[in-house]
């Protein structure tokens, strides 16, 4: 099970950590992703960290998120800043079906999906 909280309001410029806390798995066996969902579009990938421990990110985040796990709490982290309006969306934490696979960043690798949490940027 994947629980994402850490949504909410934040203004243009600023900052927000969403966390995704799994139980059942183990983090670090897998290549933990985060997706999101604006309103009238489709789910698309946001960043991955690999159980081998790199990472990979969507063109319209890199530079500005940060995904990282902490191996103790078994969560893993999306430090999202410098936002804009048009990161506000759903976001989800997703996992593939097995370990120590490396699914390409699409909602169609991704087996176990978080129930999501809202993000809202004002301008």
């Known amino acids: 099970q994947l629980q994402a909280s850490g949504g909410g309001l934040a203004q243009a410029g600023g900052s927000l950590r969403l966390s995704c806390a799994a139980s059942?798995?183990?983090?670090?066996?897998?290549?933990m992703g985060w997706f999101r969902q604006a309103p009238g579009k489709e789910r698309e990938f946001v960043a991955a960290?690999?159980?081998?421990?790199?990472?990979v990110y969507a063109d319209s985040v890199k530079g500005r998120f940060t995904i990282s796990r902490s191996n103790a709490k078994n969560t893993v982290y999306l430090q999202m800043n410098s936002l804009k309006p048009e990161d506000t969306a759903v976001y989800y934490c997703?996992?593939?079906?097995?370990?120590?696979?490396?699914?390409?960043?699409?909602?169609?690798?991704?087996?176990?999906w978080g129930h999501g949490t809202q993000v809202t940027v004002s301008s």
């Open positions: 059942g798995r183990t983090v670090s066996s897998y290549d």
């Open positions: 997703a996992a593939p079906r097995d370990q120590y696979s490396s699914p390409q960043p699409n909602t169609s690798e991704y087996h176990y």
């Open positions: 960290l690999r159980w081998s421990d790199s990472t």
